[in-house]
C-alpha cells in the first residue's frame, strides 16, 4: 500500500462543475505538494502547503494535518483543466518526495 | 516552458543499444534529479544530484547510467535495457536539495524498449 493514495483515479465532469480530487497520507509530512500533468507529460507544479488553505484563481488547495488530509478543488471547471492531478509529500524526516500515482481528470464540454 | 529541456522526447531502442537522454536547466538551480513514470504508478525517483554530486541512487540498476558535468546538465546513459524500462524519464530542477522546493520538470522523454 502507498503511503500516499489518491482519489479518485479518474474523474470526469461536465464543465462548470466543482471539481474535488482528494489525497490521504501514512507519515508526518512537513509538506505537501499538488502538481498537474499535461498530455504530453510535462509537469508543473501547482502548490505548497503545510497548513490551512491557498487559493491561486480557480484552484484551491487545501491541507489538514491532523487528520493527514488534503483537498484540491477547482471551481467554474474547464476543458482546459483536463490533466492528471498529482499529489507528493514531504516526510518530516527526508527531504525525497513520496508521490501518488495521480488522479486523471477529464471536463467534457 | 518550465525551463528545463529534455531531448529527445521520444525514443525506441532495441535491448542490445547504448543511448543517451539529455537534460538541461537555464534556471540557475542547483538540484537535479531523473525520475522515471510508468503507466498508472506514482513517478519513481532514480537520482538526485546537487552541486553535481550524486546524492542519491534509489536501487536503480546498472544499465542505467546518469552523468552530471555541470549544475545545468543532466544525462542518463542507457544500455542493455529491458522492455520494462519503457517508461516516461523526466528530469527536474530545484533551487536547492531541501523538499519544500519547488521542483521544475522538463517535458520528459518517452522511451520504448524493444
Known amino acids: 500500500k502507498n503511503e500516499v493514495e489518491q482519489s479518485p483515479q479518474n474523474l470526469t465532469a461536465q464543465e462548470g462543475e466543482f471539481i474535488t480530487i482528494n489525497c490521504s497520507y501514512s507519515v508526518g509530512i512537513s509538506a505537501l505538494h499538488w502538481l498537474q500533468q499535461h498530455p504530453g507529460g510535462g509537469i508543473v507544479s501547482l502548490f505548497m502547503l503545510s497548513s490551512g488553505k491557498k487559493k491561486h484563481g480557480r484552484l484551491i488547495a487545501t491541507i489538514n494535518i491532523q487528520e493527514k488530509h488534503s483537498s484540491l478543488h477547482i471551481t467554474a471547471s474547464h476543458p482546459r483543466d483536463s490533466a492528471v492531478y498529482i499529489c507528493?509529500?514531504?516526510?518530516?524526516?527526508?527531504?525525497?518526495?513520496?508521490w501518488g500515482a495521480g488522479t486523471k481528470l477529464i471536463i467534457k464540454p | 516552458e518550465t525551463g528545463v529541456t529534455q531531448t529527445p522526447r521520444h525514443l525506441v531502442m532495441g535491448m542490445t543499444n547504448k543511448k543517451s537522454l539529455k537534460c538541461e536547466q537555464h534556471?540557475?538551480?542547483?538540484?537535479m534529479y531523473w525520475y522515471k513514470q510508468s503507466a498508472k504508478k506514482p513517478l519513481e525517483l532514480m537520482f538526485v544530484?546537487?552541486?553535481?554530486?550524486?546524492?542519491e541512487n534509489n536501487s536503480v540498476p546498472s544499465r542505467f547510467s546518469p552523468e552530471c558535468p555541470n549544475s545545468s546538465h543532466l544525462f542518463l546513459h542507457l544500455h542493455t535495457l529491458q522492455p520494462e524500462d519503457s517508461a516516461l524519464y523526466l528530469c527536474?530542477?530545484?533551487?536547492?536539495?531541501?523538499?519544500?522546493?519547488?521542483?521544475?520538470f522538463g517535458p520528459g522523454t518517452r522511451l520504448l524498449v524493444l
Open positions: 544530484y546537487n552541486f553535481k554530486e550524486q546524492t
Open positions: 527536474a530542477s530545484s533551487r536547492g536539495l531541501a523538499g519544500e522546493e519547488t521542483q521544475y
Open positions: 507528493a509529500v514531504l516526510p518530516d524526516s527526508n527531504y525525497q518526495l513520496i
Open positions: 534556471l540557475g538551480h542547483n538540484a
